[in-house]
């Protein structure tokens, strides 16, 4: 899978694609990373990208100029023409719909993700209405640039496809996945609670979208805060039906609007 940023700040990139994962998954070839800086596509002697909003208004706009030749020139196709089946053209805006998971899994299933770094005020509304096939917030707040966001998108995405994971299961059983553990089909794998080949986080499919459990690991107590019982105990079946329980229980908490949906 390919991967376009297009951005004024082109260094910014160089600490986010050389970390964790998305390291990995390059150097593994999984994916390929370009990063482009949009004054290459200027024509002016001052690399211009901006410019005063028609209307009057504070602050300057992103030009539509400069975006459009880039992406044109990267995808060997003119905006009126759409963008090549299998390519994404984003635009990162605090305007645009919200990313989640399932927009995740919708990108990672391209060949090519084009990501457009907006800045400034905000971005010439065309950028929007006629390149981009997606104008994308990562959140209701609003920041500098888009370079954090495309980021976040471009690791998000990067998981999800085959192979960029140790444990291909991780990505099934967290937060916002498709898939929650049933506590009541038996895992893949285990006959019984002694014999155990596999994973025991391993179930189908019951609920979607909901937040991941609590995770504990050694020491099994810490300034007095113990780790649950039931999770030292082997009991595989219940460990599922605590999990789910307390997975349900986090998602209240933390984000009653899942649950709504």
Not at 63 to 71: G, R
Not at 100 to 119: I, N
Not at 135 to 148: A, W, Y
Not at 194 to 218: A, E, F, M, W
């Amino acid at each position: 899978m390919r991967f376009d940023l297009i951005t004024i700040f082109p260094e910014f990139f160089a600490g986010p694609l050389d970390y964790g994962i998305v390291r990995r998954a390059r150097e593994a070839r999984l994916i390929e990373t370009h990063v482009h800086d949009l004054r290459d596509f200027t024509h002016d002697r001052h690399r211009t990208v901006d410019d005063r909003p028609f209307g009057g208004g504070e602050g300057m706009v992103m030009k539509c100029e400069p975006l459009f030749e880039a992406v044109e020139s990267l995808v060997g196709a003119p905006a009126e023409a759409g963008p090549p089946h299998g390519t994404g053209v984003v635009l990162l805006s605090a305007a645009g719909r919200l990313f989640r998971q399932d927009t995740a899994r919708r990108f990672a299933a391209l060949d090519r993700v084009v990501l457009l770094c907006g800045r400034y005020e905000g971005v010439d509304e065309r950028v929007a209405q006629h390149l981009a096939t997606d104008e994308i917030s990562v959140g209701d707040f609003v920041l500098s640039g888009g370079e954090l966001p495309a980021a976040m998108i471009l690791d998000a995405v990067t998981r999800l496809l085959p192979g960029a994971l140790g444990n291909e299961d991780s990505a099934l059983n967290e937060s916002f996945s498709a898939a929650v553990a049933d506590p009541n089909a038996t895992p893949a794998g285990i006959t019984n609670h002694k014999s155990q080949t596999c994973s025991p986080d391993v179930g189908r499919v019951t609920n979607h979208g909901i937040l991941d459990y609590p995770h504990y690991t050694r020491p099994p107590s810490f300034r007095g805060w113990d780790v649950p019982e039931i999770l030292l105990g082997g009991n595989h079946q219940e460990i599922l039906l605590w999990r789910r329980a307390q997975a349900l229980e986090k998602t209240r908490r933390n984000r009653p609007d899942l649950l709504n949906r």
